[in-house]
């Protein structure tokens, strides 16, 4: 687990720009699918009425009853891993602007290399708009479908447990 740990925030806070290192938009996105899973499996094992485990046959366990012991663990993993993976998303997104800064600051290098590099850069507030509007656009689609998303799945598993279970 911890190797798994390890390997994905590597790629995840990877500096390196594409095509070396993942792209960011890749970046962001997988953060988001592991926001997306702890919200899910820390709702359930938080907010069911019943317990799940394999050792839930026992009354109590220690100094406490099974469904506490599991309403806890779910604590345990939706409240600081949730907020790890959002101060990721932020680190992910800090990180895409630096590499867009980086870029931006070597532009003279470039456009002493080649003249269609001059295209890549805009010179008026208008280019500007029109080379960046597909990409905003996507970017906040993204966002909003991972917050509708996240939404859906909180209220997907309260629904289920309170109704179903």
Known sequence: MVLAGLWFFTMLFDPRDPPVGAKRGARL????????????????????????????????????????????????????????????????????DAAEVRRWNTRYDLLRGSNSAALEFPETAEELRLKVAKTNRDMGRTLAIGALVMFLIVITTVVTIVYAL
Not at 48 to 53: A, C, F, I, N
Not at 57 to 77: F, K, N, P, Q, V
């Open 29 to 96: 996105l997988s953060a988001f699918v592991v926001i997306v899973a702890n919200i899910f499996l820390g709702s359930l094992t938080t907010l069911k009425e019943v317990s799940l485990y394999a050792f839930s046959h026992r009354e109590r366990i220690g100094l406490i009853d099974a469904l506490s012991d599991e309403t806890i663990g779910g604590y345990t993993i939706w409240v600081p891993s949730s907020m790890v993976m959002i101060v990721a998303i932020i680190l992910v997104m800090n990180g895409w």
